[in-house]
């Protein structure tokens, strides 16, 4: 029995994808079927899964997708000139490049090579500028999942702290800059910072993105505080876990995310309205075009 209300992550994402096929349906009966390319470079089973799962979930939306796989050898020069081409279909609105990637290919110049208005993963440099400047412009799938979850509880952001533990540029950063747009204070700490629980103890919102089991302990946490937990890792058992000690942590917190169920399924949902949101915008201009 947990204290802590339990934030279900499937439900409201589904919630999230409803809307997204209905605008996708407007869009499709208009002419303008919304698109996603999604690319797979090897063989990787896990990667594998997420592709598959970004597909289906593509089509029960009503999003055209394009599955591309390669093999693990494929060379980087090849990878960036098929990037080229979807960058100039008309028909594709968002391109994703399913990570990781071999280790001859840069990641960095593969996600730079994808033309900014389809970057739907919301990872290039101009992306996080935009984010980073307060411009309109792609949000990383999983930390804009990560606020619709926080929203969810009700809590009221303005003038709260919130801690972000995990200083990624996919997650933790962009983590720190959402939370600051919705006027929160915000602290970010990461694996070297020192005396973490002094930190988590006097936050309203904890975000644990660091990728370690149990990083975040029940006597870390602020009683009442939401706690949304990134981590997907392997227990000694093998079993899925996440950053939060979450048997104890839920005796505690006022709302809390499961692993798995809670931000997981909220990445894919963002994933899919960053992608009608490019078609939207696609379909905009080419009406002040005519």
């Known amino acids: 029995m947990t204290a802590?209300?339990?934030i279900d992550g499937a439900a409201i994402a589904r919630e999230v994808r409803a809307g997204v096929?209905?605008?996708?349906?407007r869009l499709a009966a208009a002419d303008h079927v919304p698109g996603l390319a999604v690319i797979l470079v090897g063989d990787d089973p896990a990667s594998q899964v997420y592709v598959r799962n970004k597909i289906k979930a593509c089509a029960e939306a009503g999003i055209r997708s394009i599955h591309e796989t390669y093999p693990a050898d494929l060379?980087?020069?090849?990878?960036l000139d098929r990037i080229a081409a979807l960058n100039a279909d008309d028909a594709v609105h968002g391109i994703l490049v399913q990570m990781p990637l071999p280790p001859h290919i840069s990641a960095q110049r593969v996600i730079e090579a994808i033309d900014a208005g389809?970057?739907?993963?919301?990872?290039?440099?101009?992306?996080?500028?935009?984010?980073?400047s307060g411009l309109p412009g792609f949000k990383p799938c999983t930390p804009w999942g990560c606020m619709r979850l926080i929203e969810s509880t009700g809590i009221a952001l303005r003038g709260k702290h919130a801690v972000v533990i995990g200083r990624s540029n996919t997650v933790g950063k962009p983590m720190a800059l959402l939370l600051l747009q919705a006027d929160a204070t915000v602290?970010?700490?990461?694996?070297?910072?020192?005396?973490?629980?002094?930190?988590s103890r006097r936050a309203d919102v904890v975000v644990a993105a660091v990728g370690?089991?149990?990083?975040?302990?029940?006597?870390?946490?602020?009683?009442?505080a939401v706690v949304i937990d990134v981590g997907m890792n392997r227990n000694a058992a093998g079993k899925l876990c996440g950053d939060v000690d979450f048997a104890g942590v839920a005796q505690v917190a006022g709302a809390i995310t499961p692993v798995p169920g809670g931000v997981?399924?909220?990445?894919?949902?963002?994933?899919?309205?960053?992608?009608v949101d490019a078609a939207e915008r696609a379909a905009g201009s080419q009406q002040r075009a005519t």
Do not use: F, Q, W
């Open 75 to 79: 060379a980087e020069s090849a990878l």
């Open 4 to 6: 802590a209300r339990l």
């Open 212 to 224: 370690r089991a149990n990083t975040l302990t029940a006597d870390m946490v602020k009683p009442g």
């Open 21 to 25: 096929a209905g605008r996708a349906a």
């Open 264 to 275: 997981g399924p909220m990445t894919i949902a963002m994933l899919l309205s960053n992608t």
């Open 118 to 132: 389809k970057d739907v993963d919301g990872y290039s440099v101009e992306s996080a500028g935009r984010l980073l």
């Open 187 to 199: 602290t970010l700490c990461h694996s070297r910072t020192a005396d973490l629980a002094e930190h």
